[in-house]
């Protein structure tokens, strides 16, 4: 455990966080007041969305993508059909 005053702590804020990582570290003020900084690290990237349950088949997605690229304008214009909303 480390411990640093104030302003210790303030002049090497970016040393104080990074020893966070791995053990406590704890800033005493003048007063005698005590503060414990604690790294908390996300469970999972903000990036990571849940999965969406659907019955389309690869060969649907694929129709899809080729009709999106064909540029028809018309849900059945390309002969997939299907005109389900999705």
């Not at 640093?4 to 007063?31: C, H, N, P, W």
């Amino acid at each position: 455990m480390k411990v640093y005053t104030y302003s210790e702590a303030r002049q090497k804020f970016s040393m104080v966080l990074d020893i966070a990582r791995s053990e406590d570290v704890i800033i005493k003020r003048r007063g005698g007041e005590t503060f414990r900084v604690i790294f908390n690290k996300s469970p999972k990237s903000p990036f990571d969305v849940a999965g969406i349950k659907t019955k389309a088949t690869t060969k649907d997605i694929l129709n899809a993508v080729r009709e999106s690229r064909a540029g028809c304008a018309e849900p059945n214009a390309c002969g997939s059909g299907r005109a389900e909303p999705l």
